[in-house]
Structures are given as structure tokens and as C-alpha cells.
């Protein structure tokens, strides 16, 4: 499991990386703007640059397009440290730009904050610090050291101290903000893409234990070969035993099971992941079934079923959907992981919804992380007793995610709350003073009989050859 884990997050921290040919094609983009930006300063507003020094800079980043395509493939994936060094070159050649063509005087001084994002997307947190501190620094410089700006006429191209400041603050503040903003949007969309494929891996687990047609088409598959030979030897039985009334009965039975048994195996092959039986089943046995793996674990789990007041007296039969069961059974090992000794699990049901609870009596979830239950990867300082009692513990709150992301996938509504909190709404009992999810919804959801996709009822369908 280890092994399998650290896979998992290799291919993680990989699938980051950024392709070199898209690295390519922005510097590309950059080359082609500073040589048009060159010759129309040059040629519409005769501005009198270093040409030949400007050029050189130019060159060099052409060089270096051309060298990473002869050397390296276009599928190449640049590590961290391989990304990092073609920002910071990039940086580095646009500081040398702005410093031949009138530094902050240019307007085009703004192109700094370009680097610090691309770096802001897909860079960690030290390399984007490191390359927002050099963009700042060599901002600072560009205001006080650079060529001067100048027309044929020999008129120097300035701004006012006053607008010089201003263009100095202004790009500080957008390295600033631009790239904390960027770092942080970039870094919730790839935690969030890690969590929902853990969830798509979670439920396609679940799929396929709770999908059984492959086994029964797998033993049908393997049982009929013996099948076969019983048929074919019961023939033979049964023409040498003309003499033998009594055996040539006997045998004809066993031929007669024989084509019975195929028959079975035939319509369970064929028609076993549409079981009617395995599509539905009473809302205590979903229950009951999503906290199984869990009951012996050293934690008293109490279960409750019963209507509310205006529900039906009937217990409901709902559909055994595999994110309902995976969903349920990750928010009940929650509760038995953080319960001191008892874990509640209280199904209800009334004429137009279906609620299950699950409280158990350990110290509730901190309370400034309420709010923020269910996002992926949510982390918080675990306290020394913590570490202690569980070290396998890693509280990321992946788990939580995957339930709340399953569970509303099948149309359900959660809520969370501690029952120690006065105000809390979602249990009455003065007992249960640990963590509270509420998992509510619409009937007509997850009815196997009244609901929107109802089952049929009776036995599986005759599927002929």
C-alpha cells in the first residue's frame, strides 16, 4: 500500500510539470514582441536604442529556443528545478531589455509580472517567492539604473519622478498580488483535481465490489465445461441402460439437472449485473453494509431505524448505489476513528425524504474548520496525543471529501456540526457531544419502489440464447 501510494503522488507532483515546447512557444511570442517593438521605435518614432546590444539579448533567447529544439524532444515535461531556471532566464533577459530602452520609463515594463505568474501557475511556493524576489529587485534597479531614452533631435524620453514612483509601486504590487493570486487559484484547482481522482478511484473501487455479474459470468464460464462432460455421460448412460429401467431413470435425471444448471448459469452470466436483487435493498441493510468494516474496531456502533412522525410506517427499499455505500461507510470510519468509545448511526425516513445520522461522542471537529469540511486536502496541526494514539492518521481530509463528493453525486444534502455547540440544530440528544453529519435526501431520489427510477419487481428476467 505504501509502494502504491507513493506511485500515486509521484505521478502527482509529475503531471505539474510543464511541457518544454509550451515554454517554447511563449518565448516565441516574447521574441517576436520585442523585435516589433524595437523596429517601430526605431523606424515610426525614431527613438535612438543600443541596437546592436538589444539584438544581442534578442539572440540570445533565440539561441536558446533553437538549442532546446534539437536537443530535447517536444513531449519533454520540465522538472521543477528545469522550469525555474527557464523563468528566471526569461526574467533576466527582460531586465536587460528594459535596461538598454529606458528601464521604468519604458511602458513595457510592465511584461515583468509576466514571469512571476507563469511561475505563480506551476512552480511551488519557494521557487515563486525566489522569482517575485528577483522581479522586485530588479524592478528596484530599473528605476534608478538604465540608459536613457532619446529622439534624433537628441530630446531624452522621460516620465516625472513623481509618475516613475508610481510606475515602481505599481509593478511591485502586481508581482505581488498577480502572483499570490495565481499560486493560490492554481493551487486549489490541483488539489482539487487530485481529490476528484481519488474519488473517481474510490467509487470505481466500490464499483466493483458491489457489481458481481463478472464473477457469475466468470464461474458460469468455468462451469461449463464439467457441466458439459455430466451432460454427455448421462447420454451415453442412458443408451447402454436400455436393459436397467431403474438406472436409465436415474440417469436421465442427471442429464435432466445437468441442462437445468446450464440454463442457470446461461441467464446469471448474462444478466448478472442487472441482478434486480442487488439493485435495491432495505435502507438498514445499505446501512448496516456501509458500516461493516468498521464495527469491530474497538468502538460500540449503535444503530437506530424508524419513520419520523408523518412517514410511513414501512421501512423504505432504496437503490444500493456504490457512492451512497462508499460515501456512508467514509463518514462512519471518520466517526470511529475520533470516538472515544460510541459511534450512532439513526436512520429516518418520512413521505418525502430519507435522512441518516451519524454522531459519535469524541471531541467534534475544530471549530474553525466547520466551515471548510469537505475541502480537499484540508490540513490542521494535530496535537501530540493525536500523533500518539493514531501516527497513521494523516488529516487531509480526503476522505471527507470523497463522502461529501459521492454522497452529493446521489443527490444528497450534508450538513456538519459538533454536538456540543448550543446552537447546532442537527441532534437533540445531550449525550452526543462529538462530530454531527446529517445526510438528507429527497425520497424520490433514492426510492427503489416510489422514486424517480423505481426497480422492477419480481424475478430476473429469461434471457434466451
Not at 153 to 169: H, S
Not at 247 to 262: G, M, S, T, V, Y
Not at 319 to 336: C, F, M, T
Not at 350 to 375: L, W
Amino acid at each position: 500500500m505504501a509502494d502504491s501510494n507513493q506511485t500515486f503522488w509521484r505521478g502527482q507532483e509529475r503531471s505539474s510539470w510543464i511541457r518544454l515546447r509550451t515554454l517554447i512557444l511563449l518565448r516565441w511570442v516574447a521574441i517576436f514582441g520585442q523585435i516589433t517593438a524595437i523596429t517601430v521605435a526605431q523606424r515610426t518614432y525614431h527613438v535612438q536604442l543600443e541596437v546592436g546590444l538589444c539584438y544581442l539579448a534578442i539572440g540570445v533567447s533565440v539561441m536558446g529556443n533553437l538549442t532546446a529544439i534539437m536537443l530535447f524532444p517536444q513531449n519533454k515535461r520540465l522538472s521543477e528545478f528545469e522550469n525555474f531556471l527557464m523563468v528566471l532566464f526569461d526574467l533576466l533577459q527582460l531586465a536587460f531589455l528594459l535596461y538598454l530602452t529606458g528601464g521604468l520609463n519604458n511602458p513595457f515594463a510592465l511584461l515583468l509580472v509576466g514571469p512571476v505568474t507563469i511561475s505563480a501557475n506551476v512552480m511551488s511556493t519557494r521557487s515563486t517567492l525566489i522569482v517575485g524576489g528577483v522581479a522586485i529587485f530588479l524592478t528596484t534597479l530599473l528605476a534608478e539604473f538604465h540608459l536613457p531614452l532619446s529622439t534624433n533631435l537628441g530630446l531624452e524620453l522621460r516620465i516625472p519622478e513623481i509618475l516613475l514612483f508610481g510606475n515602481w509601486a505599481a509593478i511591485i504590487i502586481a508581482i505581488v498580488f498577480i502572483g499570490a493570486y495565481s499560486h493560490r487559484v492554481s493551487s486549489e484547482v490541483q488539489s482539487m483535481s487530485e481529490a476528484l481522482s481519488a474519488t473517481h478511484m474510490a467509487l470505481a473501487r466500490e464499483q466493483k465490489l458491489t457489481d458481481l455479474g463478472g464473477v457469475v459470468a466468470a464461474a458460469a464460464h468455468e462451469l461449463g465445461t464439467p457441466l458439459a462432460t455430466i451432460k454427455l455421460t448421462s447420454s451415453e448412460l442412458i443408451e447402454e441402460l436400455d436393459d436397467r429401467p431403474d438406472l436409465k431413470e436415474d440417469a436421465a435425471l442427471i442429464r435432466e439437472q445437468a441442462n437445468r444448471c446450464r440454463d442457470i448459469l446461461r441467464d446469471m452470466g448474462r444478466a448478472g449485473k442487472d441482478d434486480l436483487h442487488l439493485r435495491q435493498a432495505p435502507l438498514s441493510t445499505v446501512v448496516h453494509e456501509a458500516a461493516e468494516p468498521h464495527i469491530d474496531r474497538g468502538k460500540i456502533v449503535h444503530f437506530d431505524e424508524g419513520p419520523v412522525q408523518d412517514g410511513d410506517v414501512q421501512q423504505p427499499s432504496i437503490l444500493r448505489k456504490p457512492e451512497i455505500i462508499h460515501g456512508l461507510r467514509n463518514l462512519i470510519q471518520n466517526a470511529v476513528d475520533f470516538a472515544r468509545a460510541n459511534v450512532w448511526v439513526e436512520a429516518e425516513w418520512t413521505t418525502d425524504r430519507i435522512t441518516i445520522s451519524i454522531m459519535d461522542d469524541g471531541r467534534g471537529y475544530p471549530s474553525q474548520m466547520i466551515g471548510r469540511i469537505g475541502d480537499p486536502f484540508m490540513r490542521r496541526r494535530r496535537a501530540e496525543s493525536d500523533q500518539r494514539a493514531r501516527p497513521e492518521y494523516e488529516g487531509m481530509g480526503l476522505g471527507l471529501f470523497i463522502a461529501k463528493t459521492l454522497l452529493e453525486r446521489s443527490g444528497a444534502q450534508l450538513a456538519f456540526a459538533n454536538g456540543s455547540d448550543p446552537y447546532q440544530h442537527l441532534s437533540d440528544h445531550p449525550d452526543r457531544k462529538g462530530a454531527i453529519v446529517k445526510v438528507s435526501w429527497p425520497r424520490n431520489l433514492i426510492d427503489a419502489q416510489k422514486g424517480d427510477t423505481p426497480v422492477p419487481s419480481g424475478e430476473n428476467k429469461h434471457i434466451q440464447a
